[in-house]
Structures are given as C-alpha cells and as structure tokens.
C-alpha cells in the first residue's frame, strides 16, 4: 500500500520582506501564512520547523497507541511536544535536535513499561524514520 499526502507553499518576495503561504490536501492548512519574522523573531504565523514537530509529535503519539495496544494497554490519555532546534551552524541553518516530551495516563502500565514501549515508537514511527535521513528528489522547472 502506498499513500501519497501533498503540502504546497507560495513565496512572493525577498528572504526579510517576503510573504509566504502554506496550505496542505485536506485543508487543514489553507493560505496559512509564514516569512521570515514567524521563522526568526516570533511574529504570529507558522515556520517549517513548528509544522515538523506537529508531524512529528502526531505521528509518535499515534504510533505508541498502535504499540500499547499490541501489548494490551490502552490509553487514557497521552500528550507529546516536540521541540526542534533550529541553529546557525556553518554553511546556514540547520536543524541539529528533536526532542519528544510525552505524558499520559495508560491504566496497567509502570513507568518502565510505559517508557520502553514509547522507545519502540519513537524509533518506529514513520515521521522518526524519515527525519532520520531518507532520499529526497527534487524536479525544477522555470516557468
């Protein structure tokens, strides 16, 4: 089975007075704006690295409730965060850190249990896999 999901930004302008758009196939996002100031200094609008971690923190969280279920648990609640880290490093910016913050209520499970099965869907999710270094393509054309 092969699932393909699409998201789609429009740029007008330079690096600091250009305004972005980013919008996604459901709709989810929808004209949504980004630019430098919602990247650098805070200003209200989405940046790429917020948008990875919500992918990343939705994907691990729903990736442990398949493995809790394999073990016979089933949550209450669970809540991650996830913080990337955007750095000047040489050459420009990279993003040198991910961290998951989890918290959740599973009725029968410990903490240890608890903390090893979120190990296995951290390392199995499939937003983990793809952030650890997949192909990537690229197609160009001037219009």
């Given amino acids: 089975m092969q699932i393909n999901r699409t998201a789609s930004a429009h740029w007008s302008g330079g690096l600091k007075d250009g305004k972005g758009l980013i919008s996604t196939q459901s709709g989810a996002l929808k004209d949504y704006p ?3 100031a919602s990247r650098f200094e805070g200003i209200p609008g989405t940046n790429p690295e917020e948008l990875i971690g919500a992918a990343h923190a939705g994907c691990f969280t729903m990736a442990l409730s398949l ?3 394999e073990a016979g648990f089933t949550a209450e609640h669970m809540e991650t965060s996830a913080k990337v880290t955007l750095e000047s490093v040489e050459g420009g910016f990279a993003v ?3 961290h998951l913050s989890l918290s959740g209520r599973i009725p029968g499970a410990d903490e240890a249990t608890f903390t090893e099965l979120a190990n296995k869907a951290k390392a199995g ?3 983990s896999k793809a952030l650890a270094a ?3 393509t ?3 054309k001037l219009a």
């Fill in 67 to 69: 493995i809790l279920g």
């Fill in 125 to 127: 999710c499939p937003i």
């Fill in 138 to 140: 690229l197609d160009v």
């Fill in 96 to 98: 040198t850190a991910i």
């Fill in 134 to 136: 997949v192909p990537i």
């Fill in 34 to 36: 980004y630019g430098f």
